[in-house]
T-cell receptor
Framework: DQQVKQNSPSLSVQEGRISILNCDYTNSMFDYFLWYKKYPAEGPTFLISISSIKDKNEDGRFTVFLNKSAKHLSLHIVPSQPGDSAVYFCAASSPDMRFGAGTRLTVKP | NAGVTQTPKFRVLKTGQSMTLLCAQDMNHEYMYWYRQDPGMGLRLIHYSVGEGTTAKGEVPDGYNVSRLKKQNFLLGLESAAPSQTSVYFC???????????FGSGTRLTVV
C-alpha cells in the first residue's frame, strides 16, 4: 500500500530551465511533507519541507507547493543546474514518515 | 562532523547466516530509524526508536530485530538471512519525529 507516489521514474531537463517533480499521497493524516535528494552511493539528504498549514515554501532555487485538496505536492527547481542531477524522494509524515519511489532528474548542460 | 555513520558499507551473506548492521550518530538525536531501499519501492521503514531503550516496528519488520542500548547507537540484526533481504539499508536519525532526517551513506547487502 503505497501512500506516497511519484509516478515519474525519470525527468530530463535542459540547464537553466525549470524542473518540476510531482508527488501524490493518499493519507489525509499526513501533516508534514519533505523532499530529499540522493546522489549515487550516498544517503538521501534533506532538501526542503512544508507544513500542511501552508501551500508554498521557498528556499533559494527550490520551491515546494502543496495542494491539500488534490493531495498533491510538487518541487520546482529554477534555474536547473547540472549539479541538481540526482534522485529526488518525496516523503510525508504523520509523524510516521513514508517515502515515494523517487524520480531521477537529469539536467543536461 | 560525522553525522550518521553506518558499518559495514558492503556485505555478502550466505542464506541462513546472521549479521548485525551498526548505526552511530553524534548529534544527540532521540529518534533513529532503519530503512531499506529496493528498486521501484522507495524507502521502507523496518524499525525505529524514539529514545534509548525503545524500539518499534515499521512497515516491513519481519526477519529483522533491533536494539538501542545507547542513545547514539541503533543496531539492526538479521538472524537468518534470506535472498529477499538483499537490499540497500539506510539508517537515519532526527531531533523530532516527522522532521528532516539525517541519513547515513548506506549498507549494500547481498544474500546469496
Amino acid at each position: 500500500d503505497q501512500q506516497v507516489k511519484q509516478n515519474s521514474p525519470s525527468l530530463s531537463v535542459q540547464e537553466g530551465r525549470i524542473s518540476i517533480l510531482n508527488c501524490d499521497y493518499t493519507n489525509s493524516m499526513f501533516d508534514y511533507f519533505l523532499w530529499y535528494k540522493k546522489y549515487p552511493a550516498e544517503g538521501p539528504t534533506f532538501l526542503i519541507s512544508i507544513s500542511s498549514i501552508k501551500d508554498k515554501n521557498e528556499d533559494g532555487r527550490f520551491t515546494v507547493f502543496l495542494n491539500k485538496s488534490a493531495k498533491h505536492l510538487s518541487l520546482h527547481i529554477v534555474p536547473s543546474q547540472p549539479g541538481d542531477s540526482a534522485v529526488y524522494f518525496c516523503a510525508a509524515s504523520s509523524p510516521d514518515m513514508r517515502f515515494g519511489a523517487g524520480t531521477r532528474l537529469t539536467v543536461k548542460p | 562532523n560525522a553525522g550518521v555513520t553506518q558499518t559495514p558499507k558492503f556485505r555478502v551473506l550466505k542464506t541462513g547466516q546472521s549479521m548485525t548492521l551498526l548505526c552511530a550518530q553524534d548529534m544527540n538525536h532521540e529518534y533513529m530509524y532503519w530503512y531499506r531501499q529496493d528498486p521501484g519501492m522507495g524507502l521502507r521503514l523496518i524499525h525505529y526508536s524514539v529514545g534509548e531503550g525503545t524500539t518499534a516496528k515499521g512497515e516491513v519488520p519481519d526477519g529483522y530485530n533491533v536494539s538501542r542500548l545507547k542513545k547514539q547507537n541503533f543496531l539492526l540484526g538479521l538472524e537468518s538471512a534470506a535472498p529477499s533481504q538483499t537490499s540497500v539499508y539506510f539508517c537515519a536519525s532526527s531531533k523530532i519525529q516527522g522532521g528532516g532526517y539525517t541519513f547515513g551513506s548506506g549498507t549494500r547487502l547481498t544474500v546469496v
